[in-house]
């Protein structure tokens, strides 16, 4: 049982990490707004042709973090290192899976809803009309401002998983502290390229 809960904890913060794209989402789509006019050519293909494409690469990492987790738990208990009733009574791991789902919801929103209307919009990449312009920067700057939320989310999931366990937590302005800092580094990469990293 102990390799197996080893491995599923590798799983789990490896799928964490893979959850950083947001990030990189960001960096690309700052990267096209400093490009400028014209809208709809090779790039805008380039550009939309890789942030539909991870989407599905998304669904896939969030349901390896979910499942994973429950792995994680069910292990621990029938190692008889926790009841079932500590997990049910975690709030870490509760606060972690409502942010989950939260996230696949804007996810899904954004796959379903915005992605298939930018896509019908851009047509076959070729001349668009002032209308079609102003309606994909309308959208394009609400899925920027969901990978931004999404970015934080994925970000305050992490700095929580580390105090998933009692033993680990840190003490509340820590992890205010650390919320307020994901917070300002979301809005930055939103705003900028953050060439430097952290800023
Ligand atoms: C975006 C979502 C999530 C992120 C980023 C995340 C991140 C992490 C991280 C970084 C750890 C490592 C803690 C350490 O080694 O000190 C961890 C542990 C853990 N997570 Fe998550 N997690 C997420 C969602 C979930 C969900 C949804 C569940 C439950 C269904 C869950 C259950 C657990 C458990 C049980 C552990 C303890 C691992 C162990 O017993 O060794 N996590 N998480």
């Known amino acids: 049982m102990d390799n197996s809960i080893s491995f599923l904890h590798v799983l789990?913060?490896?799928?964490?990490?893979?959850?950083?794209?947001?990030?990189?989402?960001?960096?690309?789509?700052?990267?096209?707004?400093?490009?400028?006019?014209?809208?709809?050519?090779?790039?805008?293909?380039y550009m939309e042709n890789?942030?539909?494409?991870?989407?599905?690469?998304?669904?896939?990492?969030?349901?390896?973090?979910?499942?994973?987790?429950?792995?994680?738990?069910?292990?621990?208990?029938?190692?008889?290192?926790?009841?079932?009733?500590?997990?049910?009574s975690n709030w870490v791991v509760i606060a972690k899976i409502v942010i989950l789902l939260m996230m696949m919801a804007m996810l899904a929103w954004v796959r379903f809803v915005v992605q298939p209307e930018i896509d019908r919009l851009f047509g076959d990449f070729g001349e668009l009309g002032d209308e079609a312009k102003a309606r994909i920067g309308a959208l394009r700057l609400r899925r920027k401002r969901m990978?931004?939320?999404?970015?934080?989310?994925?970000?305050?999931?992490?700095m929580l998983g580390v105090q998933t366990y009692a033993s680990a937590r840190f003490p509340a302005w820590l992890t205010a502290l650390l919320l307020a800092l994901i917070a300002l580094w979301a809005f930055r990469s939103y705003r900028s390229e953050t060439a430097y990293g952290w800023v």
């Open 50 to 88: 890789i942030l539909k494409n991870r989407t599905t690469a998304c669904f896939v990492f969030q349901f390896t973090i979910l499942i994973g987790g429950f792995l994680l738990m069910w292990a621990r208990v029938s190692d008889g290192q926790f009841a079932a009733g500590d997990f049910a």
């Open 12 to 45: 789990h913060i490896v799928a964490a990490m893979l959850m950083a794209w947001p990030y990189y989402a960001l960096a690309a789509v700052n990267q096209r707004v400093k490009l400028g006019p014209p809208l709809g050519d090779r790039t805008d293909r």
């Open 147 to 158: 990978s931004t939320g999404c970015m934080f989310a994925a970000f305050t999931a992490a």
